[in-house]
């Protein structure tokens, strides 16, 4: 059975599809069979890959990318995990945590990640993600949910991201994406190096 990553957070702009593209490039990298899955109706991903395999002939081992909608991914992830063919899902969503559909994706995913930056407002948000989790957690115990410390400048000690986090009911892993470009400027294709540690990481936590 495929294991499903969820990157979910109540508001945009924490950090979803930047970790997730990251995250399912290098997992790719490390030789595990990925397939990423956008719910943002935009599509921005599956429109950079087309992109990127126009301009270049060769683009070596690559992953599948499907577009989903909030309401539709639950569904259509429970045919994926069953699949044979696929180690990893990671799923970029984008809806609220209160939606419906959202709150399906919980009951299918193994994690949760829920990235943020350490601005008052999005811990405040992260706070309200985990709160409006706890119902599909209860339905779903294997859940994992994950707090990703995003977008810390260059210089913020660990001990200052963990205070500013424990009072989250979730898991604080114990590593961070700091603010930069060379994860912004990411490849559908090819994995960024930095990320790896990252990935690593959150590879822990899905035996
Ligand atoms: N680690 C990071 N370093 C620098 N900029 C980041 C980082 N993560 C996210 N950003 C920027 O923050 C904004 C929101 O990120 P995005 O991944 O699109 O969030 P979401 O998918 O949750 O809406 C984007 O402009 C993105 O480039
Ligand atoms: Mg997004």
Known sequence: MAK???FISRKGGTGKTTNAIN???TLNALGKRV???????NYTLNT??????FKSKDNGRTFDIL?????????????????????VVVVDSAGKTTDEGIKKLCLVSDVVIVPTSLTQNDLLVTYQTVTD?????????QLKILILPNRIHTGTNLYTVRESLKNLDAIILPIIVPQKNLFVNFSTVAAEKAYEPIAQEILKHLS
């Open 35 to 41: 397939v990423l899955v956008e719910t943002d109706t």
């Open 23 to 25: 995250l399912a490039t």
């Open 133 to 141: 989790l706890a119902p599909a957690r209860q339905l779903n115990p």
């Open 4 to 6: 499903v990553i969820s």
């Open 67 to 87: 577009g989903s909608q909030d309401q539709a991914v639950a569904q259509e992830l429970t045919d994926l995990k069953n699949s044979r063919k696929t180690d």
């Open 48 to 53: 950079l890959r087309k992109m990127e395999v």
